[in-house]
């Protein structure tokens, strides 16, 4: 991966090995780490997406990835390295990244 990863861009991602109970193997992951961290740091702060879907949970929010409905799994927040990254696939919409901040700051936030 050559170029910077961006905030809100979502990235096909290689999370293997995991433990536990981790989200595993190969899968979006949008970059919630800010701009300049990503650009001078080796490791990035994502969402892993799934496509398993809880409309009811207020730890996920449903995007479309690529043309498929997915969830941003918030509460399986995590630090990788970039180079776990295989490809861009997709970008947030600036309403989405909005919702996806909530979402951090009233779980992670006081």
């Not at 043309?67 to 799994?73: M, T």
Request: some cysteine.
């Amino acid at each position: 991966m050559s170029s910077i990863p961006l905030r809100y861009e979502i990235y096909l991602a290689n999370l293997n090995p995991t433990i536990g109970g981790e989200i595993q193997k190969t899968r979006p992951v949008v970059v919630v780490s800010q701009d300049e961290m990503n650009r001078y740091l080796e490791t990035i702060v994502i969402c892993p997406l799934t496509t398993t879907i809880h409309p009811s949970w207020r730890c996920r929010l449903q995007v479309n990835c690529d043309g498929v409905d997915a969830e941003i799994v918030v509460d399986q927040i995590r630090a990788i390295s970039k180079q776990r990254l295989i490809k861009k696939i997709d970008q947030l919409s600036e309403a989405q990244a909005a919702q996806l901040r909530s979402i951090i700051t009233e779980m992670y936030g006081e």
